[in-house]
């Protein structure tokens, strides 16, 4: 290592260049040096000055390629910084956490930008992207809250996870026609997105990357082949989904996206209002098909449905969670010669009615009777009823799954029977104006089953 009163420099000496390595200087701008003992000055080295909270201005001569991880990591008074057109590679991390950092501006000849290394630059209003960029690396962006405007370049082949997330000053984005892939969570949370339009050539969307924005409509192009769940998982006022009819692996009827077969149902809009009625011939939905603030009023099984390959309850908490989370949900029906379903006054039973399996939370009724005979309360079943503050179980219930009366803070007085045998965790979890639980010393009681209660255990032995 060598020095001078400002800066630490190490030399590469097969290459012939110096790194300037640390800075040791107090002032507020930073002037890097284009030589050092007759030599070029080429990169900024890892942690070259992190948590510097005096510097505000950065000046990068030419001939400068590389600026390194974490160089400016969180240095949060740095407003200003110009980059060489020399520049060609900038470290992970490299700015993260700069949140004074009010414009960029990225020479053509840059080529590779790490993960995260503008991340959390919360002032970044406008970004233009050099041509020369094919990837947009993982968290780059993320959390770049003021960003409103973003081009892309032609070349870009590849938006990595995380790459824009809660990028909420978004209100559109215009994507280049050579994308072929977007990561996960790459767009999450840009409530401001309005607007979108995928390319042609466009392969695969991946888990959650435009979960909670907020367009209206979307078109998959004939090119996707690949979604991940929770895509548009949140979109709250998307209320169509169309496909290109020439696409291989889906289509679109009503809106609603299904695999081309026909068999499973991948993505219900959730700005899509009222009943709906499950097309016949599908025997399976997708975990994240009706997501938790769905606005369906009601929901109809067609005959072919079916649970394959999983058994309850764990196939209704994977497969069709929906109606757990679905606050506007009133009621649920089952065509008559469903092999396996039934419904009941709009509440979902097994055909033999041992097995409650979901009752709507938006039922509007405050008392209800379980069928005698119900052997099981499946996982979740009534979780978030709040309407209900009066239950009757029958004295043939063996069983009351995970979380299936949790958070229902109706509830003042419950009666379990004797034949309950055992109560899952968290079964009547945040109850919390619960006061009095009567109930058998036998019955063994689960993780968290009664956290949160306060009151008095009654026992009827």
Request: with cysteine.
């Amino acid at each position: 290592m060598e020095m001078n009163d400002l800066f630490e420099f190490e030399l590469n000496e097969a290459e012939g260049y110096y790194s300037v390595t640390h800075y040791y200087g107090k002032g507020e701008e930073v002037v890097f040096p284009a030589a050092y003992e007759g030599k070029p000055v080429k990169t900024i080295g890892d942690c070259f000055s992190p948590y510097n909270k005096r510097i505000k201005r950065v000046i990068i001569p030419e001939g400068y390629t590389t600026i390194g991880e974490q160089a400016f990591f969180r240095c949060k008074s740095l407003k200003e910084i110009n980059f060489p057109e020399s520049l060609t590679s900038i470290g992970e991390r490299a700015f993260l956490g700069c949140t004074e950092l009010t414009e960029i501006k990225f020479p053509e000849n840059l080529t590779s930008i790490g993960e995260r290394a503008f991340e959390y630059c919360t002032k970044l209003t406008e970004i233009k992207l050099p041509e020369k960029l094919t990837s947009i690396e993982r968290s780059v962006f993320s959390d770049c809250s003021g960003l409103t405007e973003i081009k892309l370049p032609e070349s870009l082949t590849s938006i990595e996870g995380y790459a824009f997330f809660n990028c909420i000053g978004f209100k559109n984005i215009k994507f280049p026609e050579g994308l072929t892939s977007i990561g996960a969570q790459a767009f999450s949370d840009c409530i401001g997105l309005t607007e979108i339009r995928f390319p042609e050539g466009l392969t695969s969307i991946e888990l959650g990357a435009f979960s909670g924005c907020e367009f209206k409509e979307i078109k998959l192009p004939e090119s996707l082949t690949s979604i991940g769940e929770g895509a548009f998982s949140s979109c709250q006022k998307l209320a169509e989904i169309s496909v290109d009819e020439n696409n291989s692996v889906f289509r679109s009827v009503d809106g609603v996206l299904f695999d081309k077969a026909m068999t499973t149902l991948l993505q219900f809009p959730q700005g899509k209002m009222g009943v709906y009625s499950i097309p016949e011939g599908i025997i399976s939905i997708r975990s994240d098909a009706f997501f938790d603030d769905c606005k369906l009023t009601g929901i109809s099984f067609p005959q072919s449905f079916l649970f394959t390959g999983i058994s309850f309850p764990d196939t209704l908490f994977i497969i069709i969670n929906f109606p757990f989370d679905n606050d506007q949900l009133t009621d649920i029906t089952v065509n008559e010669f469903h092999p396996k379903y039934c419904s009941i006054d709009g509440v979902l039973f097994d055909k033999k009615i041992k097995e409650l399996i979901i009752y709507p939370k938006n039922k509007d009724r405050t008392n209800y009777i379980v069928p005698d005979g119900v052997i099981i309360i499946n996982a979740t079943a009534f979780y978030g009823c709040k309407r209900l503050i009066n239950i009757v179980l029958p004295e043939s219930l063996k069983i009351i799954d995970a979380a299936a009366f949790e958070n229902c803070d109706g509830f003042k007085a419950i009666t379990l029977p004797m034949s309950l045998q055992y109560i899952g965790e968290k079964a009547f979890q945040y109850c919390s104006n619960l006061e009095t639980v009567t109930l058998s010393r036998k019955t063994r009681i689960g993780y968290k089953a009664f956290e949160g209660f306060t009151g008095q255990f009654v026992y009827r032995d």
